[in-house]
């Protein structure tokens, strides 16, 4: 099997401990001291992302603050500024560093109320649905990103679910029959990628007369190469909308999405991870893993307060086929009744929350 894991090819770690989770990728680590985290253990830590592409880290012990500034370690940080300057809402933590990942209710409370978890019939929580589907992190920019460090602040009951799910991308690669290989080598397909899109297949009926289309592309290489292991990675996923060649739809592009978003989660490729204790934390490479929010009894019931730095890609193809220095766009917010354009597109709503990943 190309990317099995075996002693042989295994880094050997001096400050933490690797255990497995799954034979070609994933692992959990111990070891690692949060509240002083030295350059030699960090290069570690870098390497173990660089061969397992999902790292685990229980009780961790991080603050808000910690996490952001462990975060910076990996590179310059993506920021929710936008969606707020879009939306006209206050952010929920100090550090706009921080994307919200749970099912808090951003209703406004009463003096003394506690925080509610999100209703499920909400426009958010349908929004929320395309999370659920496997997809990469900030495809949908122009920049795409490289690690996204996601960690829990507050946790529903452990038997309510709420698992994260993760898809080896990098064996499913090298695992692409030869036919759909040489065409993606030959003709260099270019997937075009959209939040909206994401989205709408995460609640259709919701999202019914939403025209995706009309929402803004971003067009990143669907094989590449993953420089820090040297392996080939297939970049898809649910925010992908359509292939291009040469900047043109190519006629089949629906069902070749469908084939390697399919390719690519089969159960041999996947893994799922528990979340145990509040501080516990999973770091991803969006360059070669995808992901996907398991479902839960917790959903309306229990709130699942997850809180998430995304780093941005600084490799050679971060920028993909787009312009580099080209804005980033705060442009999907979900709909109501009567919010829908003419053609496509959503009519902005004082007071609603923008929907980020």
């Known amino acids: 099997m190309p990317g099995l894991l075996n002693e042989e090819n295994e880094p050997q770690f001096k400050t933490i401990e690797v255990k497995k989770l799954h034979p070609t990728f994933a692992a959990e680590v111990s070891g690692v001291n949060f509240d002083n985290v030295s350059d030699e253990q960090f290069s570690e830590i870098v390497a173990a992302m660089a061969k397992y592409g999902v790292c685990v880290f229980r009780n961790t012990g991080l603050t808000d603050a910690a996490h952001v500034a462990f975060s910076q370690r990996f590179g310059e940080l993506d920021n929710i500024a936008r969606y707020l300057a879009n939306d006209g809402r206050k952010a929920r933590y100090a550090h706009l560093e921080l994307f919200d990942a749970g099912n808090v209710s ?15 019939t909400s426009a958010r929580a349908h929004s929320n649905k395309g999370n659920g589907l496997f997809h990469v992190d900030s495809s949908f920019n122009p920049r795409r990103a490289s690690f996204s460090l996601l960690r829990a602040a507050q946790l529903p009951p452990p038997e309510t679910g709420g698992d994260t799910l993760f898809a080896d991308s990098r064996t499913a690669a090298e695992e692409l029959d030869e036919g759909v290989l040489g065409r993606l080598r030959g003709k260099e397909l270019v997937g075009a990628h959209s939040m909206a899109h994401s989205r709408k297949l995460g609640s259709p009926e919701f999202f019914k007369d939403l025209d995706t ?3 803004p592309k971003t067009h990143h290489r ?34 070749l999405v469908k084939k390697l978003n399919a390719h690519a989660t089969q159960d041999k490729y996947v893994v799922a991870v528990s979340w145990r204790d509040v501080s516990d934390m999973v770091i991803w490479d969006n360059r070669a893993v995808l992901h996907r929010a398991g479902p839960g009894t917790f959903e309306g019931r229990f709130i699942r307060d997850l809180r998430r730095t995304t780093v941005h890609d600084d490799s050679p193809t971060a920028w993909g086929l787009n312009e580099p220095g080209t804005p980033f766009s705060a442009f999907f917010t979900p709909p109501r009744k009567g919010d829908v354009r003419p053609g496509g597109g959503v009519e902005k709503t004082e007071g609603r929350a923008v929907v980020v990943n």
């Not at 951003?106 to 499920?120: N, V």
């Open 213 to 215: 289309g009309t929402f």
């Open 106 to 120: 951003f209703d406004p409370l009463k003096e003394g109320e506690a925080p509610k978890p999100l209703d499920p």
């Open 222 to 255: 669907i094989l590449q190469r993953h420089e820090p292991s040297g392996r080939m990675n297939l970049y898809v996923g649910a925010h992908m909308h359509h292939l291009e060649e040469g900047g043109v739809e190519v006629e089949d592009s629906w069902d």
